[in-house]
């Protein structure tokens, strides 16, 4: 390559550099940021948070905190999940900013920080209020941010987060806040009914009029179908499922939910009982959104007041087992008492929670195996014979062209000496009616 031509290419690449910076600093007018480990929320008084407003332009959720527990207001005051909310506040608390930057208004579309309502670049409005009703913090949040080089304009993975106090500044942080969300379903805690060591499995008749039955004697061994018809055998791979049994929780409606809306005017019933005396009533519905059914439940339990000991236990072994015993069946009570708690409201549960309890009689039973026919179940009865095609033509010199006749009179028949009775038939050979001339 000539001399000339390297200063040309040179000159055109600075050109290029020139251009590309005057570029960026135009745009970046009303744009300015800087670097910075600030940490703006860690003052917030988290302690006196007792109301949370989660506002988008799609909807609202009110997380409410009701003598100490948290709960969905817009799902008629079901419990919360506490663990979201207080990764969330806790998330505000430890927020440590990588960019702070000074934005007109003219940019808050852009960096979707506008108030909710004010179009598709419209933020989430957090408001956080305290038990006196008195506001303590409101933020929004904006644009994630999936830029991975630190050297670009807008920094590294993380989101925007505006302070509406604070005038024209916005914070950048690596913090996502995914869980931000104003959807009341994906609030509420979904913490469900856990039967778990189910032993026994009884489901009322389906639209197809049979219903069934199933049982173990432990939890160790096969189901076993009650009431066995002939032919039938229960598929254990279908209904193993059941032997841990714990539905999930897409959402809820309140128990006083209209029939029309949820199908349980006429439900599906189950019933489960466990090895640790629990009982539920199970009432299945009609479908909901998404792939799942609506369900409601009662719960009750059996629990032993006191332990059997065995004669032959020692003082300190009889302690041992009975500080088990009462610890376990505190467990127990508590977990009869959380579940209870949930008995008000209808849930809905995903399809694949409920396959097993979902399907009918004929869907838990093995396939029947067809017995295939043996020589000697056919042996008596007459069957066409195979007539094997002649390799060449033979005379045969006893039988005349005229010997086929559809009705043949008596006097026409063979003699009994030439034409054996059944009776004289070998097994498995034709009778003379069926013979192919007959």
Do not use: C
């Not at 910076?21 to 970046?28: K, L, N």
């Not at 009341?184 to 069934?212: C, H, M, Y």
């Not at 127990?332 to 809905?348: D, H, N």
């Not at 390799?391 to 006893?398: E, G, Q, R």
Request: hydrophobic share 35%.
């Amino acid at each position: 390559m000539k001399r000339k031509q390297v200063y040309i290419l040179l000159g055109v690449a600075l050109a290029l550099a020139i251009v590309g910076t005057i570029f960026q600093i135009v745009r970046s007018s009303g744009w300015k940021g800087q670097s910075t480990d600030l940490e703006p929320f860690a003052k917030l008084p988290v302690n006196s948070i007792a109301k949370l407003v989660v506002k988008s332009s799609k909807g609202t959720v009110t997380l409410q905190k009701t003598n100490d527990i948290w709960t969905v207001t817009e799902r008629n005051g079901y419990p919360a999940d506490f663990s979201k909310i207080r990764d969330l506040i806790r998330s505000l608390w430890e927020f440590k900013v990588v960019r702070q930057l000074e934005v007109g208004p003219s940019q808050f579309g852009r960096l979707h920080i506008l108030a909710p309502g004010q179009g598709d670049q419209s933020g989430i409005e957090l408001d956080m209020i305290d038990a006196n009703g008195n506001p303590v913090k409101t933020l929004i949040f904006g644009k994630a941010q999936a830029g991975q080089d630190e050297e670009s304009e807008e920094g590294p993975n993380g989101r925007f987060v505006y302070d509406p106090s604070e005038k024209d500044k916005v914070y950048l942080g690596t913090e996502t806040f995914f869980t931000v969300d104003a959807s009341p379903q994906n609030w509420i805690d979904k913490d469900f009914i856990k039967p778990e060591a189910i032993n026994e499995v009884t489901r009322s008749p389906g639209p197809d009029g049979l219903g069934w039955k199933i049982s173990r004697k432990d939890q160790k061994s096969d189901w076993e179908l009650a009431d066995a018809k002939p032919g039938e055998t229960l598929n254990n791979e279908v209904v193993d499922s059941l032997s841990s049994f714990s539905p999930s929780v897409d959402d809820v409606k309140p128990g006083d939910a209209p029939d029309s809306e949820t199908g349980l005017k006429q439900p599906l019933k189950v019933d489960l009982t466990t090895f640790e005396g629990f009982k539920y009533n199970l009432e299945i519905g009609g479908s909901g959104p998404q792939q799942s059914h609506y369900l409601r439940f009662k719960v009750s339990a059996d629990l032993p007041a006191a332990r059997t000991a065995n004669p032959k236990e020692s003082a300190d072994d009889k302690k041992k087992n009975d500080d088990e015993f009462n610890k376990q069946q505190d467990i127990l009570k508590t977990k009869l008492a959380t579940e209870e708690k949930l008995q008000k409201w209808v849930f809905e549960v995903p399809d694949d929670s409920l396959e097993a309890l979902l399907k009918a009689r004929k869907d838990i039973l093995k396939a029947p195996v067809l017995p295939s026919p043996s020589p000697a179940a056919n042996a008596g009865t007459p069957q066409k014979p195979l007539v094997p095609l002649p390799l060449a033509p033979v005379p045969n010199p006893t039988v005349s062209p005229a010997a086929p006749v559809a009705s043949p009179s008596p006097e026409a028949s063979p003699t009994p000496e030439t034409t054996p009775t059944p009776e004289a038939l070998p097994s498995g050979s034709p009778s003379p009616s069926a013979s192919p001339g007959a």
